[in-house]
C-alpha cells in the first residue's frame, strides 16, 4: 500500500444517486488521499427528492462483510452510518468488539436529508445499546439528537445539554451538528457545531454558505472525522479537519437532482 494511504471501512446503506451513504463515504475517502472499503448495511431506493423504498442486507450477508474485511484488509478507522435494524447492529457490535477495532466513528443515521425515517425504533435502541458505547466519536445533528434524547433544541445552550445527555451512554466523544438549527438562532451569519470530549466543550464555527443541495453532509463529515483518526489525529484536530473539508465541498456550489442535490466531493 502506497505510504500514509490508510484503509478506512464504512458501515453504511447505499444511496442510488451517490449522494449520501457508501457512495459519499467512498468519494470522502478517496479526495483525501485514503483507501475506502464498504459494508452495505442496506440498499436504499432514493434520489435528493426522497426515499422510496429501504430494505435491509440480511444478517447472513452483514457477518459475512465484516468477516470478509476485517480477516483480509484491518481498518485504520470505521465509520458507521445507516444500520438497518437491530439485529444486523448487534452483528455489527459483535464483530467490532471481536476484531478490536479501533477508531469507531458513529454517525446515527436515523432518517434521510429529505427527513424520511431511515432507522425505526427497534434500530435506534440497538443504536444506543450496542454502537454508542464502543464509539470514539458519535455525531448527530439537532433533528437526530433531539430524537435521541427526546428534547427540543432550539439553542447552543441546549445542544450542549443534549450533549452531556448523550456522554451519558457512550465513552467517546459527542459532536452536536448545529447546522439545522432553527428559530432565531438559524438567523446568525455562522453554524455552531458543540464537541463534548473528555469533559470539555469545544466550539466550532463557520459561516453558513447559502447552498442549498447539502445531501450527504452528514456521511461526508463523519467519513473525514474517521480519515483524521486514522491518520493520529485526536478528536478535536479530527473534527476541524472535517469541518474545513465539508465547508469546501458545500462551497463547491455543485448542483445536480431536482431536490436537496448531492456534492461535489473533489477539487
Not at 438497518?84 to 434521510?112: E, F, H, R, T
Request: glycine residues 10%; aromatic residues 4%; charged residues 20%.
Amino acid at each position: 500500500m502506497k505510504e500514509n494511504v490508510k484503509p478506512i471501512l464504512s458501515v453504511a446503506g447505499s444511496d442510488s444517486v451517490g449522494g449520501a451513504g457508501i457512495q459519499a463515504d467512498i468519494k470522502t475517502v478517496s479526495a483525501l488521499g485514503h483507501y475506502a472499503m464498504t459494508i452495505v448495511t442496506a440498499v436504499t431506493a432514493q434520489n435528493t427528492l426522497g426515499v422510496r423504498l429501504c430494505e435491509a442486507v440480511s444478517p447472513e450477508m452483514m457477518k459475512a462483510q465484516l468477516e470478509a474485511v476485517f480477516e483480509d484488509i484491518p481498518p485504520e478507522s470505521v465509520k458507521i452510518g445507516m444500520v438497518g435494524n437491530g439485529q444486523n447492529v448487534s452483528i455489527i457490535a459483535d464483530m467490532l468488539i471481536s476484531y478490536n477495532a479501533k477508531n469507531i466513528v458513529c454517525d446515527p443515521v436515523l432518517s434521510a436529508t429529505s427527513g424520511d425515517r431511515l432507522t425505526g425504533d427497534e434500530g435506534k435502541k440497538a443504536l444506543t445499546e450496542r454502537i454508542f458505547p464502543i464509539a470514539d466519536i458519535i455525531t448527530p445533528n439537532i433533528p437526530e439528537a433531539e430524537r435521541l434524547c427526546n428534547m427540543q433544541i432550539k439553542n447552543i445552550s441546549d445542544m450542549e445539554r443534549a450533549a452531556e445527555r448523550l456522554s451519558a451512554i457512550t465513552s467517546g466523544a459527542v459532536l452536536i451538528k448545529g447546522g439545522h438549527m432553527c428559530g432565531e438562532a438559524a438567523e446568525a451569519a455562522n453554524a455552531v457545531d458543540i464537541l463534548l470530549y473528555e469533559g470539555e466543550f469545544y466550539r466550532f464555527t463557520s459561516p453558513r454558505i447559502n447552498n442549498p443541495n447539502t445531501h450527504g453532509t452528514g456521511c461526508t463529515l463523519s467519513s473525514a472525522i474517521a480519515c483524521g483518526l486514522a491518520e493520529g489525529k485526536d478528536i478535536p484536530e479530527a473534527v476541524r479537519y472535517a469541518k474545513e473539508y465539508i465547508a469546501k465541498v458545500i462551497g463547491n456550489n455543485f448542483d445536480i437532482g431536482h431536490g436537496r442535490g448531492s456534492m461535489w466531493h473533489f477539487d
